[in-house]
């Protein structure tokens, strides 16, 4: 005997779920709740998103790192919450609801559902116009995804830039410790 199927959920419907700081995401009609990220996780997402703090304050253009839980429209009936994002310019503080505007790079630390983050979430970002996407091992090494359709990949152990974020410069070995 198979489980019934979930009923699809709309983006209305979705918006209207309560305020959580568990990680929500809508994803065509199915909502995802990703299990609590782990301690190392979070460790190396936090070392990640501090460089990029640093880095955007010396930028000499407007910059936002945004932080998850923080929904991200990347299509309609698409709302993620990168782990991290950077968008170039400043977004406005008072957003209620889901951010619209499409990120420059986006950046997830890999947990448990590794496919969802190297496969599905790349092929959503890449379609909605991101430019850059990093899947980041809790190891430190970073695949950073680049090009049309974000298509090309590079395994970065050593020092991580980017063409995007001049004069961001990061030692992977940096973000486990």
């Known amino acids: 005997m198979h489980a019934p199927r979930p009923a699809l959920v709309s983006e209305e419907a979705f918006l209207a779920l ?22 190392r996780h979070q460790t190396v997402l936090k070392n990640l998103v501090f460089a990029l703090e640093t880095w955007a304050r010396a930028a000499p253009l407007p910059v936002t790192v945004g932080l998850a839980p923080i929904d991200v429209r990347f299509a309609p009936g698409r709302i993620l919450q990168p782990d991290a994002f950077v968008a170039l310019e400043r977004l406005p503080l008072d957003v209620h609801g889901p951010i619209d505007r499409i990120p420059e790079l986006c950046i997830e630390v890999l947990s448990t559902d590794r496919v969802m983050d190297r496969v599905t979430k790349r092929l959503i970002y890449a379609a909605a ?5 990093w899947v980041v091992e809790q190891s430190g090494v970073v695949e950073q995804w680049t090009g049309d359709g974000l298509a090309q990949a590079r395994d970065v152990v050593g020092t991580l830039t980017s063409a995007l974020l001049p ?8 973000l486990a410790s």
């Open 129 to 133: 116009g991101v430019r850059e996407y």
């Open 167 to 174: 004069g961001f410069s990061l030692e992977t070995a940096t």
């Open 18 to 39: 309560p305020a959580t700081m568990e990680k929500v995401e809508l994803l065509d009609g199915e909502v995802i709740v990703a299990p609590a990220p782990s301690l």
